[in-house]
Antibody
Framework: EVQLVESGGGLIQPGGSLGLSCAAS????????MSWVRQAPGKGLEWVSV???????YYTDSVKGRFTISRDTSKNTLYLQMNSLRAEDTAVYYC????????????WGQGILVTVSS | EIVLTQSPATLSLSPGERATLSCRAS??????LAWYQQKPGQAPRLLIY???NRATGVPSRFSGSGSGTDFTLTISSLEPEDFAVYYC?????????FGGGTKVEIK
């Protein structure tokens, strides 16, 4: 059974750093396109970043230079390192698997809340 | 960036009625469009990919159509569990973008 479980969220001050993890089971993270998608409270969905099976990465403009997506093959885990956090980064962050090496998301984690506030 | 505009923002219908949701892209996305359902407190669920293909386990009352810039999600007869928010998403170009959502509520 495919499962994605995020961890690492919480309350962080503006300008701070936080790392999110997404532990996968039932499939191999490194063989799939894996993304982070976020949702601000009461708002819609916003794609954040993707890492391809080949290792290429892409980011939405608002997080370029601040966020880094990566993976650990031995742990079958996806990561999102978030630096220089801003209030507008406050959201529930989901990790999601791309279906059949595309960026349509067929499996999602339960989401983890990141709150950036002083 | 491709902007996806969903309409209406809210659709008030009764169980058993037909729901028609629209998603319009600011430029052509070919057929690289998906639809998701999201219920409160839950992660989104993939319903339709490549404009008209149902994802695994999705009931046949859900159907998608369209290409280029205009897309439609149709729920042929609403079940109680279908009342939720629906989002479209394109993967034609970076950045990936989602529409603002349509809330299907019980009338």
């Amino acid at each position: 059974e495919v499962q994605l479980v995020e961890s690492g969220g919480g309350l962080i001050q503006p300008g701070g750093s936080l790392g999110l993890s997404c532990a996968a089971s039932g499939f191999t993270v490194s063989a799939n396109y894996m993304s982070w998608v976020r949702q601000a409270p009461g708002k819609g969905l916003e794609w954040v970043s993707v890492i391809y099976s080949g290792g290429n990465t892409y980011y939405t403009d608002s997080v370029k230079g601040r966020f880094t997506i990566s993976r650990d093959t031995s742990k079958n885990t996806l990561y999102l390192q978030m630096n220089s956090l801003r209030a507008e980064d406050t959201a529930v962050y989901y990790c999601a698997r791309g279906r059949d090496e595309t960026s349509f998301f067929d499996y999602w984690g339960q989401g983890i809340l990141v709150t950036v506030s002083s | 960036e491709i902007v996806l505009t969903q309409s209406p923002a809210t659709l008030s219908l009764s169980p058993g009625e037909r729901a028609t949701l629209s998603c319009r892209a600011s430029q052509s996305v070919s057929r690289y469009l998906a639809w998701y359902q999201q219920k409160p407190g839950q992660a989104p669920r993939l319903l339709i990919y490549d404009a008209s293909n149902r994802a695994t386990g999705v009931p046949s009352r859900f159907s998608g159509s369209g290409s280029g810039t205009d897309f439609t999600l149709t729920i042929s007869s609403l079940e109680p569990e279908d009342f939720a928010v629906y989002y479209c998403q394109q993967r034609s170009s970076w950045p990936l973008t989602f529409g603002g959502g349509t809330k299907v509520e019980i009338k």
